[in-house]
């Protein structure tokens, strides 16, 4: 088998993901990356010695790629996914697919104009307690999903999202939205629905109030991130612009009737995501999110607390979320390869997007209840028979 090659535009703190991409032999090979960043492009020479490293992306397009893997900021994907599609190579593109929904639409027209192939990084779509979750879900254990739970504490959010351009809205709209687009799409799937309408509220209760401030640029996020740091009120050497909200929450009400909210804390102790899935014949909740970690079913009548009617334990690795970023790459190499089905769905992750932005919207507003904008039929139709022109 020829390996397929590979190009990477932006190798920061997904640059791992490039690397499980590197399979030289087995079917794939990063030829090319393109940063604009020194400090990037010299790390990309110590992971990559083989290939050229640019700051030049129309350098980078004519290496005669099979796919171009996009990992840089979230304000600019559609910068590069668009003339990447336009060229005809195949994008990979990290999530969330894009910072507002104007940008998301424009991808996927890209992809349906040019016939090139598109894939979102969703990799929580591999990872073995959602997989876990959606499987039980699917057996019919809990009968109609009515609604979909999430709690997701931030302990590392200090040091993941406020020490770089995360922080600013400018480039990352919010957390809801850069964050939370895992969480939604993961609400969606298992539920089997989109949000119609989204109402939220939210508040910058903890960082905006520290002063240490510096700008971090050539560094990343490896260079300060330790669990001594704590509590969050000591936080040093935090990006000069925070204006993102640090804890939110979102009731959506999805297109087939189910329910959800989504809760997001990024000063917690902590660090992990609850799911509570309520069906009309049970429900099912997970306690830890990692591999040996439970899936509880109810699906008795009980009297008060009472012991899980059946216990499920998380498999899979302790790399990569779990396995999942391997399982997810495999999967998009497939795809460029065969044009296989995927788990993944540009669909679902605009509409993730969608939900996101508008939940941000009414966070800022005034939390009333707003409308999400639906895909047009076209591209549903599209995306729906798996990119393959009708």
Request: charged share 25%; hydrophobic share 40%.
């Amino acid at each position: 088998m020829t390996d397929l090659r590979i190009g990477v535009i932006g190798y920061g703190n997904r640059g791992e993901i490039a690397r499980e991409a590197h399979r030289p032999g087995r079917g794939a090979a990063v030829v090319g990356i393109c940063d604009r960043d020194d400090g990037a492009r010299a790390r990309a020479r110590e992971d990559f010695a083989d290939a050229l490293v640019t700051g030049s992306f129309d350098e980078l397009l004519s290496l005669g790629l099979d796919a171009v893997m996009v990992l840089t900021p979230d304000d600019r994907h559609a910068d590069v996914a668009i003339p990447a599609l336009e060229a005809g190579v195949a994008v990979f593109c990290e999530k969330p697919l894009a910072t507002s929904i104007e940008d998301c639409d424009r991808i996927l027209e890209a992809a349906r104009r040019t016939g090139s192939r598109l894939y979102v990084g969703h990799n929580m779509r591999h990872m073995p307690v959602i997989t876990l979750m959606r499987r039980l879900i699917l057996e019919g254990r809990i009968g109609e999903v009515k609604a979909v739970w999430c709690r997701h504490f931030v302990g590392n959010g200090g040091d993941y999202y406020f020490k770089d351009w995360h922080a600013d809205r400018s480039k990352s709209l919010g957390l809801l939205l850069q964050k939370g687009a895992h969480d939604i799409d993961v609400i969606h799937w298992l539920a089997g629905g989109y949000s119609s309408r989204v109402q939220a509220m939210g508040a910058l209760a903890v960082y905006g109030a520290l002063t240490d401030r510096r700008d971090r640029s050539g560094e990343r996020m490896q260079d300060w991130f330790s669990l001594e740091n704590w509590p969050p009120s000591s936080a040093e050497g935090l990006n000069p612009v925070i204006d993102v909200e640090d804890i939110s929450q979102v009731n959506l009400a999805l297109d087939n009737g189910a329910l959800a909210s989504y809760q997001q804390c990024h000063f917690t102790p902590d660090y992990w995501r609850n799911y509570t899935v309520i069906g009309s014949e049970g429900r099912i909740e997970n306690f830890g999110d990692t591999a040996g970690s439970e899936v509880r079913l109810w699906n008795r009548r009980h009297e008060g607390a009472a012991p899980a009617d059946e216990t499920f334990i998380v498999d899979g690795g302790i790399e990569g979320h779990g396995g999942a970023d391997a399982l997810m790459i495999s999967e998009f190499l497939d795809f460029v390869r065969d044009g296989e089905d995927t788990l993944t769905s540009p669909v679902a992750a605009r509409n993730a997007v969608a939900a996101g932005v508008t939940a941000t919207a009414s966070l800022r507003g005034d939390g009333r209840t707003l409308p999400v904008p639906a895909l047009n039929d076209d591209l549903m139709s599209y995306f729906a028979s798996g990119q393959r022109p009708r």
